[in-house]
């Protein structure tokens, strides 16, 4: 997926506090509110190995510190760049400094969590969810649908996938569920998508072994 979500008609986003400017890494932290977990380390590896021949090409994006620190920053955008720099023992990072609020820094995240291509699909609902939780007067099926150049149909399906209970999202994550058994479990209630994964692992005597079992092969 390459999804392009721009805010049309909404508020815009405040103007450059400072020109791109090259930040020392040890005063940026990481976001706990960054909805992307999950890093491939070989992938880091690689973009650690461009940073060291070409240097980072695109700016990362921060806000000032929330708790008043100064001269210290909040990673907004760029986490990968952030990482990878680190990785190739950069001991500075092109940034651009932008005075955000805590939601418009949450949007950033979300959608550029949304452009990734190898986003899961339980995780494209999750970025859809959220974008229409934290602006339900400008996020709809409908607007996302055609920013994204998807149909509405695909977008509620891809948030149904949110519905599935725990043991299913583990599943999920783990390879074990493809995208058609996970919507249509997702369309069920709780007790009956316990019902629905037995069916698909026989083997197992509940849903918590199928769980345990996931987590132990990743």
């Known amino acids: ?8 008609g909404a508020k815009a986003v ?4 400072s ?14 509110s960054n909805p992307r977990r999950v890093f491939d380390e070989a992938q880091l590896r690689e973009l650690a190995a461009n940073i060291q021949l070409h240097g980072v090409l695109q700016a990362i994006l921060v806000r ?27 001991r500075t990072i092109p940034a651009t400094v932008r005075n955000l609020t805590d939601s418009e820094a949450q949007e950033i995240r ?13 995780d494209e609902g999750i970025g859809y969810r959220s974008l229409m939780d934290l602006r339900p007067d400008f996020y709809t099926v409908e607007t996302i649908s055609a920013q994204v150049a998807k149909s509405p149909s695909y977008v509620k399906g891809r948030i ?9 999202k ?36 509940s849903t918590g072994s199928i769980q345990r079992t996931a987590r132990q092969r990743r």
């Open 64 to 90: 000032p510190s929330q708790d008043g620190a100064n001269g210290v920053y909040e990673l907004v955008a760029g986490a990968r760049r952030f990482r990878a720099s680190k990785l190739a023992g950069n």
């Open 170 to 205: 583990t599943a999920f994550y783990d390879g074990k569920l493809s995208v058609a058994h996970g919507l249509e479990i997702a369309r069920l209630q709780p007790r009956d998508q316990e019902k629905a994964l037995m069916e698909c692992f026989p083997s197992h005597r």
């Open 1 to 8: 997926m390459n999804a392009t979500i721009v805010a049309r």
């Open 19 to 32: 020109s791109v400017q090259d930040i020392p890494l040890e005063n940026i932290r990481e976001s706990s």
């Open 14 to 17: 405040p103007p450059v506090v």
């Open 110 to 122: 979300l959608i550029e969590n949304l452009q990734r291509t190898n986003i899961h699909e339980l």
């Open 160 to 168: 149904s996938l949110t519905e599935l209970i725990q043991t299913a």
